[in-house]
């Protein structure tokens, strides 16, 4: 069998060398006729013919003796079993081998995939694998070994869920030989009995799908997440099914029309592109059906845009928005900030004058190698430079993000609960955000994420030292949930023993920060009545007896007989746009606009009374600063607002919390436009890192 590709919306495979990554591999193509085909391949067993042609599209100039001695013996060992469905118990290591071999993977790897069942189930041993193949497919065939004694259900030992992730992350190969094994056995789940069916299903569904989504296989992911809808959710999968053949049957097909015209306007552009039509799976259908209710021909699939180089993608997509009506919400650039599992590509969306809307993926011919086949596609990561040997040793590889956070949780979790804990709500994840640091620099982060999580994703357990965040410039609370796209700066105190708060727990939602944490408060037990003595110690406090009350600038009030009194709650001076709302006693309180309480007032039908500032200049104000504490800051605080004409009224410093030190001053200036120049001249003291105008406790008329 080939390794072409199979496109269903457009007649011909794709076009190019044999070399070239295809736009979608067929992985459904094995069975036992094609596995033991007759036709004989020089020393080469007719029956590894297939997997050698699939190879050698990605790998010209493999050496193919590894592969032919590892059949000899895998098939040596194996004959006499047989599989439940009949067949002989060589056709599985042949089928999960050939798997790997239509998505990339190098020599070493394919070898190891052959001999992967024979020491668990056959007089082989790993000593005669090293003596026969080497240390490095003895390695993987141990670590699948491994992996087969693992309990993945409900009540596997989080220990042992543990070595086997740690195993993936030390070699990935070896859970891409899994992923590719438990792939085939989907196939042939069939022979078992129902319920055995729905309970390998939903480990799959649980456990390996989300680790093939971090490992970037998505080839193998989108086939396992169908095999699985189909045995847990039978009626849901039939009415997609129905549904994706009603839409084949179509005479007209929008999305093929939409494709023409790409390919036109590129033409056009002398861009060198393939343009295919790339079929939604089931499960994707069935997604966007529940999206969008009753779905239209272009929501089937998407159009695929394959060029040569990173600059010809934007090259495509500026043809794209110039000459056809894109849909701009849908634009995301993953080539400039790649996905964690390692994914790159323009993704966009043109409309017709119709409404028919067709998503279009814009990537290189490497990136989609990637993009389908993830961590398998890298060949060999422990492969030392020509240039630097490793003298024998493993060399330390490249990898995916993800994984290389994944041995840091397991050596820092203080157990393995903790560990598996976090680890499985980090796998339910399968949407992320990026958020920019100030430097120009990118964090990876899970949907939901807070402020917290970015501080122990940029500095590692150095993030219990940090007080505060900046999103988009403004100060913000470390539970601040980050949105895509957000510039996040973290404000780090000056005292290196610093400690992390109990509550962060409530913000944290990655392994990385919620481990962290957890471990620094189990070796830390007095930190929780040190945390309550401060939080006592910060509370607010009521102010002191003959506190002089702030005089009311002119207001003019549009209603007879009514005085003025400024509201405590949002601190209004001029020349602030105000509003006013009537109280008791003929009082009409005065609101910024775009106070709180306005808008609830509003909403509670309260009516509003006109109110604007008279011909009076001088204002009071109540400013609130945060800052580092430091030796002389308030002295070098009060001079730099005596420079700016602030006449100091009253003034309150609570205890420092974590180094943090919060002022509150309420200060009264000659001419309220001074006000800008005065905050401004505070953050401007070395120390302070915000000033804001007072904001309401409990905000209320």
Known sequence: MSAEATNPATPGSVAGPAARWRARIDLRRLG????????????????????????????????????????VLAESSHRGQMRKSGEPYITHPLAVTLILAELGAETTTLTASLLHDTVEDTDVTLDQVGEQFGEEVRYLVDGVTKLEKVDYGAAAEPETFRKMLVATGSDVRVMSIKLADRLHNMRTLGVMRPEKQARIAKVTRDVLIPLAERLGVQALKTELEDLVFAILHPEEYEHTRELIVDNASRADDPLAEIADEVRGHLREADIQAEVLIRPRHFVSVHRVSRKRGELRGADFGRLLVLVNEDADCYGVLGELHTCMTPVVSEFKDFIAVPKFNLYQSLHTAVARADGQVAEVLIRTHQMHKVAEAGVIALGNPYAPAPDDPADGERVDPTKPGWLSRL?????????????????????????????????????????????????????????????????????????????????????????????????????????AARIAIQRWLATHPEADASEERDRRASAPRPAPEGAVAPPTPDVVVDQPGA???????????????????????????????????????????????????????????????????????????????????????????????????????????????????????????????????????????
Not at 56 to 61: D, E, K
């Open 563 to 701: 005085t003025a009194r400024l509201a405590g709650c949002c601190t209004p001076v001029p020349p602030d746009e105000v509003t006013g709302f009537a109280v008791r006693g003929g009082v009409v309180t005065v609101h910024r606009v775009e106070c709180s309480a306005v808008a609830r007032m509003k909403s509670g039908g309260r009516a509003e009374v006109g109110v604007r500032w008279g011909d009076t200049s001088e204002c009071r104000v109540t400013l609130l600063a945060e800052s580092f504490g430091r030796p002389h800051l308030l002295a070098d605080l009060t001079e730099a607002m005596a420079l700016e004409g602030a006449e100091i009224v009253s003034a309150t410093i609570e205890p420092p919390d974590r180094q943090r030190v919060k002022h509150s001053y309420t200060v009264t200036l000659p001419d309220a436009a001074l006000l800008p120049g005065l905050m401004r001249a505070m953050r401007n003291v070395p120390g302070v890192y915000d000033v804001s105008r007072a904001q309401p406790q409990t905000p209320g008329a």
């Open 32 to 71: 036992r006729a094609a596995l033991l085909g007759p036709a004989a391949r020089d020393r080469l067993p007719d029956a590894i013919g297939h997997v050698v042609d699939a190879h050698r599209a990605h790998h010209p100039s493999a050496d193919l003796e590894p592969l032919r001695r590892a059949y």
């Open 407 to 511: 041995l840091d949780w397991q050596e820092a979790a203080p157990d393995p609960d903790t560990f598996w804990s976090t680890l499985r709500e980090d796998l339910a994840q399968d949407r992320e955000i990026t958020v920019f640091r100030p430097d120009g620099g990118t964090l990876g982060l899970p949907e939901g994420a807070t402020c917290v999580d970015a501080a122990y994703a940029q500095y590692g357990e150095d993030a219990h030292a940090c007080i505060g965040a900046r999103v988009n410039g403004r100060l913000a609370t470390l539970s601040t949930v980050l949105k895509d796209g957000d510039t996040v700066q973290l404000l780090m105190g000056q005292d290196p023993a610093s400690e992390p708060s109990r509550e962060w727990l409530e913000h944290a939602h990655t392994p």
